[in-house]
């Protein structure tokens, strides 16, 4: 088995759709980013490629690329997952904690992990989702943007080992 751990964070900017998790959440101020800004996601694909060792978010879709300018974070993720798919590794499970003071995500976070589920091609037992506040503390806690800290778990995919494992 492997483990990965994945950050990220954006800022709020008006005008701006939520998209948490693949999910647009509505009535609520969206984050600035280059792509949709799904941060959650962006966490989540960083703890996947962390796990199987195959670099970053931005070494795989660089924000200097144009192609990814608004991008829909889910259809990265999936990319991702087919990534580690064809290095020999499947999802064992996602562990994710969302960090914003607003908007309230417990309405949200069922329909987040069936998403995140069906984007990873598990089931949503095996994706779990936190919501949290910063207590006001520090700038996550003042309102100016989200964070999240995600981990995964790899597992070889068939018997005889990964790619990765076959090379050591
Ligand atoms: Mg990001």
């Given at each position: 088995?492997?483990?990965g751990?994945?950050?990220d964070?954006?800022r709020f900017?008006?005008?701006?759709?939520?998209?948490?998790?693949?999910?647009?959440?509505?009535?609520?101020?969206?984050?600035?980013?280059?792509?949709?800004?799904?941060?959650?996601?962006?966490?989540?694909?960083?703890?996947?490629?962390g796990?199987?060792?195959?670099?970053?978010i931005?070494?795989?879709?660089?924000d200097?690329?144009?192609?990814?300018?608004?991008?829909?974070?889910?259809?990265?993720?999936?990319?991702?997952?087919a990534?580690?798919?064809?290095?020999?590794?499947?999802?064992?499970?996602?562990?994710a904690?969302?960090i914003c003071?607003?908007?309230?995500?417990?309405?949200?976070?069922?329909?987040?992990?069936?998403r995140?589920?069906?984007?990873l091609g598990?089931?949503?037992g095996q994706v779990?989702v936190?919501?949290?506040?910063?207590?006001?503390?520090?700038?996550?806690?003042a309102?100016?943007?989200?964070a999240?800290h995600?981990?995964a778990l790899?597992?070889?995919a068939?018997?005889?080992?990964?790619?990765?494992?076959?090379?050591?």
């Amino acid at each position: 088995m492997r483990i990965g751990l994945g950050y990220d964070s954006h800022r709020f900017e008006a005008g701006r759709r939520l998209v948490l998790g693949g999910v647009t959440i509505p009535d609520a101020t969206g984050l600035k980013g280059h792509s949709d800004a799904d941060v959650l996601i962006h966490a989540v694909i960083d703890a996947l490629l962390g796990a199987a060792a195959l670099g970053d978010i931005g070494s795989h879709f660089p924000d200097t690329d144009a192609t990814w300018k608004d991008a829909d974070s889910a259809q990265l993720l999936a990319a991702v997952v087919a990534e580690i798919a064809a290095a020999g590794w499947r999802v064992g499970n996602i562990d994710a904690t969302v960090i914003c003071e607003r908007p309230k995500l417990r309405p949200h976070i069922d329909a987040i992990r069936a998403r995140l589920a069906a984007l990873l091609g598990v089931g949503v037992g095996q994706v779990s989702v936190k919501g949290k506040t910063n207590e006001r503390m520090d700038d996550t806690g003042a309102g100016v943007g989200i964070a999240v800290h995600a981990v995964a778990l790899l597992e070889p995919a068939a018997a005889g080992g990964t790619e990765s494992e076959k090379r050591i």
